[in-house]
């Protein structure tokens, strides 16, 4: 499995100092504090992690008391923020084709972030989903995302543009005057998904259109970005498999729901890396349960769940058919090659004779 990082341009958090020392924090040391260099932000184009990206955001609303830090930081962005992007969405003839195109394009912004659209009835959702590891909160990152959008939508479909409704799966902040006063009066918490529902007919008005020439060839250059950027929505892939994996959530069909394509649109992803869905499942199960059992404490019932088994039985079913010895056994040889310092690069080592239990 790659180790390759996750990033998203720094340009997802343009603002982030200025409101920063508005709420009393220093920027400088907020971003060593999470690990990114401080002057990482200077520069729109710049890939910074974004695990960090995230943990950033989480901890400036933790230590400036603002709940909404994220959708503050939201009301800030201008549309020319999205670079490239914006020129191509200036160019096409309804808001609906506008939003589809930056569905498409998004992912060179930030790639932890997955936007989909659904149509329902005289609605449309957009439905965003961040990649996040488990023991962090989204809750800033989604809030960003949500407000971003709105905002972009604001600037194409008209100022005196409002969403239908806004949903987010968090529980509600104490003071909801930021949410209302960027999304209306209709914003839900404790929702089943984090998105934005739109009424169909909006988005189906003409958009005024600017300079067709300029549009194609920035939408040349986003493209062959895509295309470079292909091993990358593998990458993304491998994540999105390792996050859906707890409950059994994780088939082709849900991957390919979070990424906002088809379930062809990922096999072939995986296939120009000669890969497919159940091998990478495969190999982020291998990997994952590796370091989850290497800890003699930890409980079989929550790697079995965290793995996406109905129970411990189907996950010792599975370990044994994988790895050839049971989970004991792999536990016994592991501390013994730790006490011999020996290093095993190719998973789990076969038990000796004698070693199964």
């Not at 160019?91 to 659904?118: D, I, K, M, W």
């Not at 859906?244 to 296939?271: E, I, K, N, Y």
Request: charged share 20%; glycine share 6%.
């Amino acid at each position: 499995m790659s180790n390759r990082q996750l990033t998203i341009r720094s340009a997802t958090l343009k603002g982030y100092p200025e409101l920063a020392k508005s709420l009393g924090l220093d920027p400088a040391l907020m971003l060593l504090r999470v690990g990114l260099p401080s002057r990482c932000l200077e520069q729109a184009e710049t890939q910074i992690n974004a695990w960090a990206a995230q943990r950033l955001l989480e901890t400036s609303a933790q230590l400036s008391g603002a709940e909404d830090f994220g959708l503050q930081l939201a009301s800030k962005r201008q549309f020319s923020n999205l670079g490239p992007i914006s020129l191509v969405l200036r160019e096409e003839p309804t808001g609906l084709q506008a939003l589809q195109t930056l569905c498409r394009y998004l992912r060179l912004v930030n790639a932890s972030l997955f936007t989909h659209l659904e149509q329902r009835g005289e609605h449309v959702l957009i439905r965003e989903d961040i990649m996040h590891k488990r023991s962090a909160s989204p809750r800033q990152a989604i809030e960003l995302a949500l407000g971003v959008m709105t905002r972009t939508l604001s600037e194409l479909m008209g100022s005196t543009w409002r969403p239908h409704s806004v949903h987010f799966a968090h529980s509600p902040p104490q003071n909801m005057r930021t949410h209302h006063a960027l999304f209306g009066p209709n914003v839900q918490f404790n929702a089943e998904f984090n998105g934005i529902v739109c009424n169909a007919r909006d988005l189906h008005r003409q958009l005024p259109r600017t300079d067709p020439g300029l549009a194609n060839h920035a939408r040349h250059y986003l493209e062959q970005a895509l295309g470079q950027h292909e091993s990358d929505r593998v990458q993304a892939v491998r994540q999105l498999v390792g996050t859906l994996l707890p409950g059994g959530r994780c088939t082709a069909d849900q991957v390919a729901l979070h990424l906002g394509v088809d379930r062809r649109t990922v096999h072939r992803w995986l296939s120009h890396e000669g890969e497919c869905f159940s091998s990478v499942l495969r190999g982020v199960r291998r990997e994952f349960v590796q370091r989850q059992i290497a800890h003699p404490d930890r409980p079989l019932t929550e790697v079995a769940e965290l793995l996406g088994f109905s129970g411990p039985s189907a996950f010792a079913h599975w370990f044994r058919a994988e790895f050839t010895c049971t989970v004991s056994a792999w536990r016994r040889a592991h501390v013994q090659a730790k006490d011999h310092e020996v290093v095993h690069r190719d998973g789990p080592m076969s038990p000796q004779p004698g070693d199964e239990s």
